[in-house]
C-alpha cells in the first residue's frame, strides 16, 4: 500500500468514525451509553404526560364538586319538602354549619300498625358545636340535658305519644338535630331547629 492509499483509507476511517448515526443519536452518547430519545417521541411523551395531568384534575375536581354538592342538594331536598328526609338514615349529616336556615316545625309521625313501644333517635344533623336538648315523652322528661352529636341518641318512647325536644344551648349558629322513629310509615328523617328555650312536638299516632 503506498502513501496516497494509506491517507486515503484513514480518511474513510476518520469520516466513518466521525458519522451522526440516524434518529439525531449524538456521537458521544452513543460513546457513553447515554442515549437521548428521539425529539419526536420525547413531544409525544410530553403531550401524553400533559393530557393525563389534565384528565387526572377533572376527575379530582368532580369528586371534590360532587361530594361538596351532594350535601348541598340534600339539604336543599329536604327544607323544600318541609324539613322531611324521604327515607333518610339516622345520622345523615346535611350541612358543616348550624347556618343551614331550617325552620322550626311540629310534626304529626303515623306508625306503622301494630308497633308498641317505639324509639327515638336525635343527632346533630350539622356542626358538632356543642347544642344541648332535654327530650319529654307525654310531658315527663326521660334526657335532660343530653349534648347531641352525629352519632344518634337512642330514647325509649310509647306509641301513641307526644315527644317534645326542647333547645337548651345553642352551641352556635343555632341548635339543629335531626330526629327519627324507627316503625314510622314512610321510614322518613326529621330535620328542625330548637332556639334555647323553645321546643318542637312530635305527635306519635
Known amino acids: 500500500m503506498n502513501n496516497q492509499d494509506f491517507r486515503k483509507q484513514s480518511t474513510d476511517q476518520s469520516r466513518r468514525g466521525n458519522r451522526i448515526p440516524k434518529n439525531n443519536v449524538k456521537r458521544e452518547d452513543v460513546d457513553t451509553g447515554h442515549i437521548d430519545s428521539n425529539?419526536?417521541?420525547?413531544?409525544?411523551?410530553?403531550?401524553?404526560f400533559v393530557i393525563g395531568l389534565v384528565a387526572l384534575g377533572a376527575v379530582a375536581g368532580f369528586i371534590i364538586t360532587s361530594g361538596s354538592s351532594g350535601s348541598r342538594v340534600k339539604i336543599d331536598a329536604v327544607k323544600a319538602n318541609g324539613g322531611v328526609g324521604l327515607?333518610?338514615?339516622?345520622?345523615?349529616?346535611?350541612?358543616?354549619?348550624?347556618?343551614?336556615?331550617?325552620?322550626?316545625?311540629?310534626?304529626n309521625i303515623e306508625m306503622k300498625q301494630g308497633t308498641g313501644d317505639g324509639r327515638a333517635l336525635v343527632w346533630d344533623y350539622a356542626a358538632e358545636d356543642g347544642d344541648v336538648v332535654t327530650i319529654k315523652v307525654n310531658g315527663a322528661v326521660v334526657a335532660e340535658n343530653v349534648q347531641i352529636y352525629?352519632?344518634?341518641?337512642?330514647?325509649?318512647?310509647?306509641?301513641?305519644?307526644?315527644?317534645?325536644?326542647?333547645?337548651?344551648?345553642?352551641?352556635?349558629?343555632?341548635?339543629?338535630?335531626?330526629i327519627k322513629f324507627p316503625g314510622a310509615v314512610g321510614n322518613s328523617a326529621y330535620f328542625n331547629a330548637a332556639p334555647e328555650g323553645s321546643a318542637n312536638t312530635y305527635t306519635i299516632k
Request: no cysteine.
Open 150 to 178: 352525629h352519632k344518634p341518641v337512642s330514647v325509649n318512647i310509647s306509641v301513641p305519644s307526644v315527644v317534645e325536644v326542647i333547645g337548651v344551648k345553642d352551641g352556635g349558629g343555632g341548635i339543629t338535630y335531626g
Open 87 to 107: 327515607g333518610v338514615s339516622a345520622g345523615t349529616i346535611l350541612a358543616t354549619t348550624d347556618d343551614a336556615g331550617m325552620a322550626a316545625r311540629d310534626f
Open 39 to 48: 425529539p419526536l417521541v420525547k413531544k409525544k411523551n410530553l403531550h401524553r
